[in-house]
């Protein structure tokens, strides 16, 4: 990603509060001097509980906040173009099973759309194994129709990691029968003019 002359800090500070509600404008500039300060990397949410500083990286312009001991907050300042910049918001909830809810906004806190598609569980079957089984594909299909996927920004690169966490829901004798027939590694969705484009595993 390119070094913005607005660092992602000065984003995270001035986000609305109701895009990340569990810390103050104020909260969240604390957390961030600390930091830099060397003074520590965690602060008292609204609620009295402790939130923590994960990464705040001001050359590849990202910044992961775990805002309670079951979400996180990560968010990413995304260079369009050479004139055109935008901030990506991902919010993960673990309850306990993991899943992201993601959205994108101008610099100006303008919702935008950036053509993302939610990855589904059954993008990650293994269509070879799964040729060489007798299990009916809309049996697979019914089980795995409640999706839990979690997101990350890449560390370096202007890509969204997208993790399964679907398996993780099933009772033992589907996780058991399907487990095989999934791959285990994430997808990789990389931004091209404008949208997200799923790379192939």
């Known amino acids: 990603m390119n070094v913005s002359a607005q660092n992602i800090g000065n984003y995270y500070v001035k986000i609305p509060d109701a895009l990340n509600p569990t810390l103050s404008k104020q909260n969240r500039h604390e957390l961030l001097e600390y930091h830099k300060a060397k003074l520590g990397d965690s602060i008292v949410n609204v609620f009295g509980n402790k939130a923590y500083l994960q990464k705040y990286d001001t050359i590849n312009q990202r910044i992961i906040v775990k805002n309670t001991a079951s979400s996180t907050f990560d968010m990413a300042l995304l ?3 050479a004139n055109q910049q935008v901030i990506g918001l991902i919010r993960t909830v673990c309850g306990p099973i993991c899943q992201s809810i993601i959205e994108f906004y ?20 293994n269509e070879d194994a799964f040729s060489k089984t007798s299990i009916d594909r809309i049996r697979v299909q019914n ?28 009772n033992n004798e589907d996780k058991k029968m399907l487990t095989s027939l999934f791959i285990d590694k994430p997808l990789v969705l990389k931004l091209e003019k404008s949208r997200w484009t799923l790379k192939p595993l």
């Open 106 to 125: 101008d610099t100006a806190w303008q919702p935008i759309s950036l053509q993302f598609t939610m990855p589904k569980s059954i993008q990650w079957m």
């Open 79 to 81: 260079q369009l173009d």
């Open 143 to 170: 089980i795995m129709q409640n999706s839990f996927v979690s997101l990350s920004f890449s560390a370096d690169k202007q890509e969204i990691i997208a993790k399964n966490n679907s398996l993780e829901f099933l």
